[in-house]
């Protein structure tokens, strides 16, 4: 019934009709991003692409980890806003430069909505639809790359020569469900696979910051319209404080 309302609504030219865009847009940001991406994966695994360009190969394992991650959070996106009556595009992957400029290859991906929300519960299903999606993959990503994953005895951290992550409440449950270590006494040379699933985590908590256009700011506005503002504005200005007590979340 609410799609038929819809239709009635963009034939009496109440609500705007969007028009076609360019198809071949989306599919040509994919390629570029499957690049990208592997050309992360690959310096990332110690692949000079220049000099060993036959072994580019190596950055599949984290791109194609990574990209799936990626393509389930906004496939969810899609497929709840299609069941829900509102048009929107196909995904827009967006590629960056491999490191060291960026340390993924890739500034994520986002869809567009191209016609008018029928409500706020429509907003909310389809804000907490991409979160999930991404999380139902991010989670066996980590566990298949745990699994391959080298671990060593704690060392100063001056000898080791990589970067060191950040871990989260639910990375550091899976790393003792999966290794039954604690990252505090060991480290971990996470397999690419694992730093996919990471990266999808890391990702996904920034999107669900209550903040304006993220995924987290749709489901605030969408339960709390009249507060949704009071809450942005209170969680922005906590960044502040945080980074005080912790200069890495600056």
């Given at each position: 019934?609410?799609?038929?309302?819809?239709?009635?609504?963009?034939?009496?030219?109440?609500?705007?009709?969007?028009k076609k865009g360019k198809k071949w847009i989306n599919p040509l940001l994919l390629a570029a991003t499957l690049?990208?991406?592997?050309?992360?994966?690959?310096i990332l695994a110690g692949v000079n692409p220049i000099r060993e360009p036959t072994l580019l190969y190596q950055g599949l394992p984290f791109s194609l980890s990574l990209m799936a991650i990626l393509g389930a959070h906004e496939l969810g996106h899609f497929l709840v806003a299609r069941h829900r009556g509102v048009e929107v595009s196909w995904p827009y992957f967006i590629p960056a430069p491999p490191p060291p400029l960026t340390l993924w290859g890739t500034f994520g991906a986002f869809i567009k909505i191209k016609s008018a929300l029928p409500d706020r519960r429509a907003l909310l299903d389809i804000g907490i639809a991409g979160p999930l999606a991404g999380l139902a993959?991010?989670?066996?990503?980590?566990?298949i790359g745990l699994h391959l994953?080298?671990?060593?005895e704690a060392l100063p951290s001056s000898d080791i020569p990589s970067i060191s992550l950040g871990t989260s409440l639910l990375?550091?449950?899976?790393?003792?469900?999966?290794?039954?270590?604690?990252?505090?006494s060991h480290h971990i040379i996470l397999h690419p696979i694992a730093f996919a699933g990471w990266t999808g985590m890391f990702v996904t908590a920034i999107n669900l910051l209550p903040?304006?256009?993220?995924?987290?700011?749709?489901?605030?506005?969408?339960?709390?319209k009249k507060r949704h503002f009071l809450i942005t504005r209170a969680t922005f200005v906590s960044f502040f404080p945080l980074g005080i007590l912790w200069h890495g979340w600056f």
């Open positions: 019934r609410m799609r038929e309302k819809l239709a009635g609504f963009y034939e009496a030219g109440i609500l705007p009709v969007s690049v990208t991406t592997t050309l992360a994966g690959a993959l991010t989670i066996p990503a980590i566990v994953s080298e671990v060593r990375f550091s449950l899976l790393t003792h469900w999966v290794l039954g270590i604690s990252s505090n903040v304006g256009q993220l995924d987290g700011g749709h489901i605030i506005y969408a339960l709390f």
